[in-house]
């Protein structure tokens, strides 16, 4: 069984991919990489989905009670305050997960990918972190960390492939 804060982040970052925003791609590199790093999480993680949705849609079996018909219309009428609020919470966590994944996108992209071909005969493919990045890099969150290291990892494969197709 994979511990709930990994299968939290895993459906979050889902999320992010299938939102089809900017962002996706990295969102997905991360989903592939979590996927390798923990066989069977998309199964789980769509079983808690399924298990989220039941829940939600789950209609209470009791009958209700009878009440005078004013207080009855009051409990009949939508809550448009919590409705506005829950509607705000989520505009407000994409919004936040969509800079992060912006954020980390911009830094992914200021680091320096270095490819030579040495004179012994091997390759060296190096990733650069200048010491601003670095440090602010490390202030981030573990999601944002990942979809860093995830991009980084496609830029270095990118070198890497450029570097055996030379002739």
Known sequence: MIAENILDKYAK?????DAGAPESPAARNIMEGMEQKYPGIRQQAEALRRAMNTQYTRHDPTPPRPQNGHHQQQQNAPDWRKMAANAFSFASQYAYQAFGAMESENI???VRIEGRDNPTGTMS??????QNISHYARLLTPMQKEMIAGMVAD???QEILIRLTKK
Do not use: G, I, P, Q
């Open 125 to 130: 493919v190096t990733a650069r972190f200048d």
């Open 13 to 17: 970052v889902w999320t992010l991919a």
């Open 108 to 110: 992914a992209h200021r």
């Open 155 to 157: 830029r270095v494969k």
